[in-house]
């Protein structure tokens, strides 16, 4: 693997010059030039890509600010409609476990191209779902499809890029993925100003559409058939499996996945916990909610940028995950009336502090874990994505076991969840051993 910070793109062939990497007859997607064009052409990959990465949080959240107005519109309770996300995550978790290796079998764009019409098909059936049962439905297969935008973007940067270049087009997504969240309830509050719920999938079925005509006219293969596997599911299984048995990748994916499912209880009680008990606005709940995602962006980009190279990852992957059992502990105690009556600002200022120690916890432990796998470093990012998804659908319901009226679930779930993840991390993990091993 060239070290040199050297983009692949650089190295396809112009349309003038001959075709496309691997694939006779068809334009290179990148070519090389002048520096102008590459500016334009690695612009023009980022938003694409961008694109792809940022849909499925949007998926997620721009319908959050209407949980409460499905609920009323369907007759269906609480618990029944935070299905809806729990169907949609799960989709996601299954989605990346079956298309990464069709990608790598059959070629990034073909698999992509599908997912993509396919996310558009089921957008579009939501806006006409008569009851909860159904939306449940099409919303798995939407989250299935949507899947394609996670794990084909990773593949395309890995593709194309090498060394530095990688990392930072990298940190680049992440930065998207993370700004996604911030808009999408804004976003979402205002559709409801202007419509009811079914207009947000209108409007989400409309940017998939957007996305799938620019994915089929601007991104052209970039895995050349001479680099596809041939390996079956077997193969697969017994990487998988291999790395499941390697103590602290497991300590590191199980602690990872109980923060993500902690964050994902918040996601799916907020607009209940916010608008309903609370009585705020979903245009205040938007707010809300872009505040504390700005707030993990803003955690994330000082673990990235400062703390990076000064601390080590697991001391500040311990402290996050102190920082969300106390914000966890606090929480509980409020929505549990120990403190009395105390507020929306008290609750709001302790989820703030929750979401932005994610930006400790979440990114660590995924950065430890594939340290720990170069040699199957991409079985094991289907591992982290798959099992974080999973566990957090499976939180998703139980924060509103108790019905509408109590937050108390909520505090519980991430207070558990906070819990398993730092007993994982200690007991797993053992940083001092790893420390006390290094030369």
């Known amino acids: 693997m060239p070290e040199s910070g050297v983009s692949r793109a650089q190295q396809i062939p112009t349309p003038d010059t001959g075709a496309e990497a691997g694939v006779p007859g068809r334009p290179a997607p990148f070519p090389p030039g002048p520096a102008a064009t590459a500016r334009r052409t690695g612009l023009l990959v980022t938003l694409v890509l961008g694109g792809l990465t940022a849909l499925p949080p949007l998926s997620m959240d721009m319908y959050l600010p209407a949980l409460p107005a499905v609920t009323d519109a369907l007759h269906a309770p609480a618990a029944t409609v935070q299905l809806t996300l729990t169907a949609c995550l799960t989709g996601m978790a299954l989605g990346q476990v079956v298309v990464g290796p069709m990608s790598d079998r059959w070629g990034r764009r073909r698999p ?43 593949a395309v940067v890995r593709d194309m890029y090498d060394g ?15 700004v996604a969240p911030v808009i999408a309830p804004v976003i979402g509050g205002q559709v409801l100003r202007l ?20 994915v089929w006219k601007w991104l052209h293969e970039t895995l050349p058939p001479a680099e596809r596997h041939t390996g079956g599911i077997a193969d697969a299984l017994r990487t998988m499996r291999g790395l499941l048995a390697d103590r602290v990748f497991s300590g590191y994916m199980i602690a990872g996945s109980l923060a993500f499912a902690a964050l994902f209880a918040y996601v799916s009680a907020s607009p209940f916990v916010v608008q309903e008990i609370y009585g705020a606005s979903p245009q205040t709940f938007s707010l809300l909610f872009g505040i504390n995602s700005v707030g993990l962006i803003a955690v994330g980009q000082i673990n990235g940028k400062v703390l990076v190279g000064r601390v080590s990852l697991d001391k500040a992957l311990g402290f996050g995950l102190a920082v969300i059992v106390l914000a966890a502990t606090a929480l509980l105690l409020m929505t549990s009336g120990v403190f009395g009556d105390v507020g929306l600002v008290p609750v709001a ?30 079985s094991a990012s289907a591992l982290l994505g798959t099992s974080s998804f999973l566990i957090g659908a499976v939180a998703s319901p139980l924060v509103g076991i108790a019905g509408e009226a109590t937050a108390v679930p909520m505090a519980v779930v991430q207070l558990v969840c906070a819990l398993g993840a730092m007993a994982c991390f200690l007991g797993m993990c053992r940083p001092w051993q790893q420390v006390a091993a290094r030369p």
């Open 195 to 214: 419509t009811d719920w079914r207009g947000i999938f209108a409007v989400l079925t409309v940017v998939g559409v957007l996305l799938t005509l620019v």
């Open 349 to 378: 200022t302790g989820l703030f502090v929750l979401m932005s120690a994610m930006g400790l916890a979440m990114p660590n432990t995924n950065a430890q874990a594939l340290m720990r796998t170069k040699h199957a470093a991409g």
């Open 112 to 154: 992509l191209l599908l997912g993509m019409i396919v996310y558009v098909l089921a957008t579009a059936i939501c806006v006409f779902a008569p009851t909860a049962e159904l939306l449940i439905g099409f919303r798995l297969i939407q989250g299935l499809a949507g899947a394609a935008g996670i794990v084909i973007a990773r």
């Open 164 to 178: 530095v270049e990688m990392a930072r087009f990298f940190s680049t997504l992440m930065l998207i993925s993370g």
